[in-house]
């Protein structure tokens, strides 16, 4: 007769790992987590704009490819400066292609602009002093896949977010060169991509920032990433920075800075894009335009880049736990770490920034206490006080904002 197993039978190993592959389904927990635990990219059968992506950007998870999107997997965004193949990619419309840097021109224009003024590339880096930073750009959808109810647009995990170091000028000098009129309220973008509908009076997006943000020494016009010209998906030939704003507000492939006497109205400025409800309204709302807030600056973040969610220890092995913390308040002041779901933390080692809105690397080597499953979770305060929330925050139309505590799964074996 064969032997049938009985529960008394079937090996703790065992059970640890049913336990995970249930874990593994998302049935445990209300977020992310169970997607994070053992999900691959999703690479196979790959539309034409999509391999040749890939192929610069190996490991990316796709998220569509009319327009383009991609995000990167939080073990791949473990390097302190972003190299141009981890960065994600976020396009609301089809791209120039190709742009020739020896023949871009940028316009200053605007109901506040006292000068009208074109600056080649060449123009600005004669004209105005060049600055390298290490800036976080950071979508303002990152994280939109935890909100329930579920709402529409490109379902970004945690991979929406890179800190490359960006060569450019000051914004600040570009405007005062041109005068800038004591009526300015907001500097506009417009860039030379097409709206998908291919209709030429559409533009995908024209967003941009608050005069008084335009004017800090933090916002650059680049051309340079890590070193090298920006590549054609990221904005070639020139760019805007906006670090602490949304992703959205660095406008790429930047034609035409408009120094506006009101809020720029152009496209994404209104209804729910890049717009959260002013007072939190209960999840699933309707929301009327006018309860509407433009997003300014970015809540407090941290991301576990290693180990790789999904990771097996031998018991009494030590685990090395790091990241990288950034907030568009400012510096971070603490990293903290947590193994037994939030009841205990410990603070991690903390990197400083190489400048203001840089991301913190954070380090810390813990011994997990026996055999089991385990979560490690990231809570990061920044200068200001505000620390990141354990679940999904403020539910809004269109899902930005999500700064909850990232967290990985690991397994010790017995
Ligand atoms: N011209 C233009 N600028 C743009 C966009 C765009 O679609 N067109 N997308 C914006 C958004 S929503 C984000 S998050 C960032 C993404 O920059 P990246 O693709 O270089 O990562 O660019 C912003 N600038
Ligand atoms: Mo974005």
Not at 77 to 102: E, I, M, Q
Not at 233 to 255: C, D, E, M, Q, T
Not at 385 to 393: H, I, K, N, S, Y
């Amino acid at each position: 007769m064969k032997a049938t197993k009985t529960p008394q039978t079937v090996s703790r190993r065992a059970a640890l790992r049913k336990g995970l592959a249930v874990a593994g389904r998302a049935a445990l927990l209300p977020s992310g987590l169970g997607a994070l635990l053992w999900a691959q990219p999703q690479t196979a059968g790959a539309a034409a704009p999509t391999a040749d992506l890939l192929k610069h950007k190996p490991g990316l998870r796709m998220l569509g490819d009319r327009p383009l999107n991609a995000e990167t997997p939080a073990h791949l965004l473990n390097d302190f400066v972003t190299p141009a193949s981890k960065l994600f990619v976020r396009n609301n419309g089809v791209p120039p292609g190709y742009t020739d840097p020896a023949n871009w021109m940028l316009e200053i224009t605007g109901e506040a602009c006292e000068r009208r003024q074109y600056f080649s590339i060449d123009d600005l880096k004669a004209r105005f002093e060049v600055v390298t930073r290490h800036l976080v750009l950071e979508c303002g959808g990152n994280g939109r896949s935890e909100f329930r109810p579920r709402v529409s647009g490109n379902q970004w995990t945690t991979g929406a977010v890179g800190c490359p170091r960006w060569t450019g000028v000051r914004l600040a000098d570009v405007l005062k060169a041109c005068g800038v009129t004591p009526n300015a309220v907001y500097v506009g973008y417009e860039s030379a991509d097409t709206h998908l509908s291919a209709d030429p009076k559409k533009q995908p997006i024209s967003r941009g920032v608050p005069i008084e943000k335009g004017l800090e020494d933090d916002c650059l016009l680049a051309f340079a990433m890590n070193g090298a010209p920006i590549p054609d998906v990221h904005g070639a030939p020139l760019r805007l920075i906006a670090p602490g704003y949304p992703g959205s507000a660095s406008g790429k492939w930047l034609k035409t800075l408009l120094i506006r006497d009101r809020v720029h109205d152009g496209a994404k400025m209104t209804g729910s894009s890049y717009r959260v409800p002013c007072e939190p309204v209960a999840p699933g709302s309707k929301v009327s335009d006018e309860a509407m807030c433009i997003i300014e600056a970015m809540p407090v973040k941290s991301l576990i880049t290693a180990p790789r969610s999904g990771l097996s220890l031998k018991a009494g092995e030590a685990l090395t736990v790091s990241g990288h913390a950034w907030s568009g308040a400012g510096a971070i002041a603490d990293v903290a770490l947590s193994t037994d779901f939030g009841v205990s933390w410990q603070s991690a080692r903390l990197g400083a920034a190489e400048n203001r809105f840089g991301w913190q690397r954070f380090e810390h080597t813990l011994t997990l206490p026996g055999p089991g499953y385990y979560e490690i979770w990231a809570r990061a305060r920044d200068e200001a006080g505000a620390t990141q929330p354990m679940l999904v925050p403020g539910w809004n139309p269109k899902g930005y904002l999500n700064n909850a505590a990232h967290r990985i799964a690991v397994e010790v074996l017995a």
